[in-house]
Nanobody
Framework: QVQLVESGGGLVQAGGSLRLSCAASGRTLSSYGMGWFRQAPGKEREFVAAISRSGSITYYTDSVKGRFTISRDNAKNAVYLQMNNLNVEDTAVYHC?????????????????WGQGTQVTVSS
């Protein structure tokens, strides 16, 4: 099992930027596909972005393409989500997750371990 801790959330105005970090312990992250999901109040959890074990392949949901960038630093056992040009619809709790199989990374059930999340609030 890998323990995941997110950080970097906060309150930002529309058009602003935030960088989320996900720090892992307990396992080497290079063995896992990694993803970011978000859940807004009253809504279901939503896939945001994912990255392959090596970092060579990335996936994004359409609404964040061109604005968000997922990256990883396996030497630091960390994954990041750079979020630019934020809008009110991006307001949610953001969770990082680790997938042993590193397949079907757009689907939540593919992940084995989840962090507690970090709140991102975008004001208009």
């Amino acid at each position: 099992q890998v323990q995941l801790v997110e950080s970097g959330g906060g309150l930002v105005q529309a058009g602003g930027s935030l960088r989320l970090s996900c720090a892992a312990s307990g396992r080497t992250l290079s063995s896992y596909g990694m993803g970011w999901f978000r859940q807004a109040p009253g809504k279901e959890r939503e896939f945001v972005a994912a990255i392959s074990r090596s970092g060579s392949i990335t996936y994004y949901t359409d609404s964040v393409k061109g604005r968000f960038t997922i990256s990883r630093d396996n030497a630091k056992n960390a994954v990041y989500l750079q979020m630019n040009n934020l809008n009110v619809e991006d307001t949610a709790v953001y969770h990082c997750a680790a997938s042993k199989s590193a397949t079907r990374l757009r689907i939540g059930s593919s992940y084995d371990d989840w962090g507690q999340g970090t709140q991102v609030t975008v004001s208009s």
